[in-house]
């Protein structure tokens, strides 16, 4: 946890000292407290903030720092209590916090993170398992996050579309961790299988562990998508340009990081230099860990079909989302569409595309680089 509280304080104050330059070199950066659901600070989801060394945060006067969670439902609790301002986990806990209380929970959805279910991808067994279908989970131990994160939920899915009621279904979640230590207890036998997102598939076979891959259901997962960035409320009152400057950054970091992998891994590199994997060569650790990277890549694409603006919320998404988790009966129509909100969405949109997209292709490194320390030193 030390290493990581290091790596936080460092982003933290690259996100201080960088400032775009401009006539705004003085202004004065808003800080805006990012929990991600997720305990590592890994590289495939850099499109956060990768906006941080590009001085896409800077210019619109925000201070983007990151903080690193025991999973959604932990990042959901810290955002509720005002201890962050912004949380990035799936609807889930939000959602069954809602079911549960007399008024709605004080965060606001203005933004989908990822257009596809990061969840969707099935679960993880050993390679030679007897474990050939998602069915066939029913009295198993399935390694997860832990007991409040997704991994269980989309398990029980699974299982009732085999005909296995809720209430019948006799499976053991024991939480594993992420990435390399989960594969470990899958291969040590502590549990049988393994529910967890794209990217800790991806790291763990990176590291080295072989695993067979077993899907869900098609049917029920093709059209859920994936984080949703959440605000608490009372700031989202008081910080709205503040807001609305982190969601442009964003969207611009993640159409960088969709254009150009590669260039979003070094980047990652020159913030969070101890998460490059030991003992290999720089081209080594390229090879091995732009997969993670490109596996996401595809989830952070524009909305093209429908409103042609990254973030945008679907009334019929979230619609089939509460249906997912089972909570239609329990939440009201208008319950639900209270808790997301598309009103800072075209102001989010209003920047250059192709502006991003060609600064991505023509990538300079070392150019960028200088510019990235030119930045930190005018703070100085």
């Known amino acids: 946890m030390k290493k990581f509280r290091l790596i936080i304080a460092v982003a933290a104050l690259f996100a201080f000292l960088v400032a775009a330059p401009a006539p705004s070199d003085a202004m004065k950066l808003k800080n805006i407290k990012v929990t991600m659901a997720n305990p590592l600070f890994n590289p495939g989801i850099s499109f956060l903030w990768i906006g941080n060394f590009l001085g896409y945060y800077q210019e619109s006067g925000v201070d983007a720092q990151f903080v690193a969670a025991q999973g959604g439902a932990q990042a959901m609790g810290w955002v509720l209590s005002g201890r962050t301002h912004v949380g990035l986990p799936r609807p889930i806990p939000i959602l069954f916090r809602a079911a549960r209380g007399k008024k709605m929970p004080p965060v606001k959805g203005v933004y989908i993170l990822n257009r596809d279910a990061i969840y969707a991808d ?3 067994v ?22 409040r994160d997704s991994g269980p939920i989309f398990v029980r899915k699974a299982l009732e579309t085999c005909g296995i009621p809720a209430d019948k279904q006799e499976v053991t ?16 036998g502590r549990v049988e299988a393994w529910a967890n997102v794209d990217i800790q598939y991806t790291l763990a076979k990176a590291a080295g562990f072989k695993f067979d891959m077993i899907p869900y259901q098609k049917d029920w997962t093709q059209n859920l998508f994936g984080n949703v960035v959440w605000i608490n409320t009372k700031f989202l009152a008081d910080n709205r340009d503040t807001v609305v400057g982190f969601l442009r950054g964003l969207a611009k970091g ?3 990081f969709y254009t150009n992998p590669e260039a979003a891994l070094k980047i990652h590199w020159v913030l969070y230099p101890e998460s490059k994997p030991k003992g290999m060569s720089d081209a080594q650790a390229t090879a091995r860990m732009i997969k993670v990277l490109k596996s996401r890549a595809p989830k952070l694409r524009l909305d093209d079909e429908k409103i042609n603006k990254f973030g945008a919320h679907h009334d019929g998404e979230w619609a089939e989302y509460v249906k997912f988790v089972g909570l239609d009966k329990k939440l009201t129509e208008e319950q639900v569409k209270s808790l997301y909100t598309n009103e800072l969405i075209d102001e989010v949109n209003d920047f250059d595309r192709n502006e991003v997209i060609n600064r991505a292709k023509s990538f300079d490194f070392a150019k960028e680089l200088k510019k990235f320390k030119a930045m930190m030193k005018m703070q100085k």
């Open 126 to 147: 050993p390679p030679g398992s007897s474990i050939k279908s998602v069915c066939d989970l029913q009295g198993k131990k399935v390694g997860v996050m832990s007991q």
């Open 254 to 256: 993640s159409l960088f």
């Open 122 to 124: 099935g679960v993880a």
């Open 173 to 188: 979640y024991l939480p594993v961790g992420p990435a390399s230590k989960a594969a470990a207890a899958m291969k040590l």
